[in-house]
């Protein structure tokens, strides 16, 4: 019995539900104030030092279904870790829609390094000696982001797009340091070379941007 059937053992299929869907709902947007002051941003105004006492921090739904990821990882619950990478980034996917179906002024940049923030936090606790799962934990985060990657570039989504590639590529290289495969990385961004290239000004830069990522990894 591999790893995988061990731990779909370990579970019903009443208990994954109810934990995805319970995932699902903590994604639901939650009230939060519109400033807040973060001392690693820099030293407080004055203004800022008087509002102290009421001063509360942003929680956002996706934050908290972040902490929720977390907890499945130190578990090691192999299948509610991929569940939860995959409602995450199918989250973000439907923000990012909205953010280009509605203009509200936000900037889908930030949006994106938000969430790749938190893709990133995952992959290096999936690094640490303490998760067992590396390997798979890289594998599978490997074919979401492609998935996410080749969505952003039918949609001429170029910011997020660049956003997502170079973060993409930092976690590869750290990948390949650790002796991890980056073949399936590459393959995405050759993929996004072909993909881009002849789609504008925007997908060009994409696609050249793409095949410099690859060529780092390669070497």
């Not at 579970?11 to 400033?35: G, I, N």
């Not at 949006?111 to 893709?119: K, P």
């Not at 992959?123 to 934990?137: Q, V």
Request: hydrophobic share 35%; charged share 20%.
């Amino acid at each position: 019995m591999n790893e995988h059937d061990h731990l779909r053992n370990s579970m019903t299929d009443e208990e994954l539900y109810l934990w995805v869907r319970q995932f699902q709902q903590k994604l639901l947007p939650a009230p939060s104030p519109s400033t807040y002051i973060d001392l690693n941003e820099g030293p407080p105004s004055s203004e800022q030092l008087s509002a102290l006492e009421q001063d509360r921090p942003p929680i956002s739904g996706e934050l908290i279904a972040f902490e929720h990821l977390l907890q499945a990882m130190a578990e090691h619950r192999w299948l509610r870790v991929r569940f939860g990478i995959n409602e995450l980034l199918k989250h973000y996917l439907r923000s990012i829609t909205g953010i280009f179906n509605v203009s509200n002024g936000i900037d889908p940049g930030d949006v994106t390094r938000r969430y790749m923030e938190m893709i990133q936090w995952v992959f290096e606790y999936g690094h640490s000696p303490s998760f067992p799962f590396s390997e798979s934990l890289w594998t599978y985060l490997s074919a979401c982001l492609e998935s996410v990657g080749i969505t952003l570039a039918g949609q001429n989504q170029w910011e997020s797009l660049q956003v997502l590639i170079v973060e993409t590529a930092t976690m590869g290289r750290q990948a390949a340091r650790s002796g991890l495969q980056t073949a399936p990385l590459q393959h995405f961004l050759r993929r996004l070379e072909n993909t881009c290239r002849d789609k504008g000004e925007g997908g060009r830069e994409i696609a050249r941007l793409a095949r410099n990522l690859r060529f780092n990894l390669e070497v």
